[in-house]
């Protein structure tokens, strides 16, 4: 298998995925991409108080979807839910040494799916504490 255009860190993550299947005990999950372009990420957060315990993903895509998803998962661990949300796609990109150009979106899915899985937690927290405060 030729993958000259990934860094040795893409193909890593890529060959050796960390994290990766449903996270039992998740509170959070963010779903984006589409079976019509062919990229789809679940990202499942557990998230107590304020930080991020444990992440992992389900991922079916290519090589760059699939170690960005892994990458995003291995750098949120233990982060608050605050700098999470400061996490850019660019960031994810730096951390697996680039990504070629035409492959960019991958780290955006990655980072967009990581967000959405914070808002869907969030959304979830505001509910709950709504409920509280009306009982």
Do not use: W
């Amino acid at each position: 298998m030729q993958h000259t255009d990934y860094s040795a860190k893409v193909i890593d993550h890529f060959m050796n995925p960390r994290n990766m299947g449903e996270l039992a005990g998740a509170n959070a999950v963010g779903t984006v991409g589409s079976p019509a372009c062919g990229d789809m990420m679940d990202i499942y957060l557990k998230v107590e108080g304020d930080q991020i315990v444990d992440a992992s993903f389900k991922t079916f895509g290519c090589t760059a979807a699939i170690a960005n998803s892994s990458m995003m998962t291995e750098m949120v661990k233990g982060m608050s839910l605050q700098d999470a949300e400061n996490l850019k796609n660019r960031d994810i990109e730096a951390a697996l040494d680039g990504l070629p150009p035409h492959k960019i979106h991958c780290s955006t899915l990655a980072a967009d799916a990581l967000h959405e899985a914070i808002k869907s937690y969030k959304e979830r927290q505001g509910a709950t504490q709504g409920k509280v405060a009306a009982s």
